[in-house]
């Protein structure tokens, strides 16, 4: 999976508790994604960053959800207050340049469970 | 309507067919188009991309785009066990929104 990080590749939560989700891409790359993949369905974008800035957060839910990409040290993705419906795999992905045509790397996933 | 149509299968073929895979479309500004494949529990990976319309090919995979009929498809010869995974194929217009459309996905089973 040409590096990308994720972690934690599963963590469970309870109604109303946080998420938080770390994404360190491959080496030198400066542009990340965050998709959502529920089950039996394919990637959903939400939000794509740049280091420090958020280029495009249109796939983002208005409420509870967040993301960041410091300076320094790896990309968050944040779900407060979790719900059922916030089950699903989250996928980071990372590219070099934004003129990139879609040539994704991957990362595993990290699956959320809220119970 | 979804953007990107995609039959999630599951499609289950012999060692060694010929396994075509296959998306619709509907937003004419599409110019990238790639498909990617995911094993049960992993991230995708890239398999192949093409831009605009016509055929490529990389060893037994061969991708190809019919913009006119906003259609593209995946084809695998000689398939293998190790083929066995989720297809996504997956989409980018040239300009504006730098994200990518998923289709929802095939299961490709091959059987020894």
């Known amino acids: 999976n040409a590096g990308v990080m994720q972690n934690p590749r599963h963590l469970v939560r309870r109604r109303g508790q946080e998420a938080r989700l770390r994404c360190s891409p491959v080496k030198g790359h400066s542009h990340v994604y965050w998709y959502r993949q529920l089950p039996e369905e394919g990637l959903k974008f939400m939000v794509y960053?740049?280091?420090?800035?958020?280029?495009?957060e249109s796939g983002m839910p208005k409420e509870r959800f967040s993301a960041e990409f410091p300076k320094e040290g790896p990309s968050i993705l944040r779900i407060q207050q979790v719900v059922r419906g916030d089950s699903a795999a989250y996928f980071c992905?990372?590219?070099?340049?934004?003129?990139?045509?879609?040539?994704?790397?991957f990362g595993e996933g990290s699956r959320l469970t809220v119970l | 309507q979804k953007e990107v149509e995609q039959d999630p299968g599951p499609l289950s073929v012999p060692e060694g067919a010929i396994v075509s895979l296959n998306c619709t479309y509907s937003?004419?500004?599409?110019?990238?188009f790639m498909w990617y494949r995911q094993y049960s529990r992993k991230g995708p990976e890239l398999l192949m991309y093409?831009?605009?319309?016509g055929n490529k090919e990389d060893g037994r995979f061969t991708a190809q785009v019919d913009k006119s009929s906003k259609y593209i498809s995946l084809f695998i010869r000689d398939s293998q066990p190790s083929d066995s995974a989720t297809y996504l194929c997956a989409m980018m217009a040239r300009t504006g929104r730098r994200a990518l459309t998923f289709g929802s996905g095939t299961r490709l089973q091959v059987q020894p």
């Open positions: 093409t831009y605009s319309s």
């Open positions: 937003n004419s500004a599409f110019q990238y």
């Open positions: 960053l740049q280091k420090e800035n958020i280029i495009d």
């Open positions: 992905a990372s590219s070099p340049t934004p003129r990139d045509t879609g040539e994704l790397f």
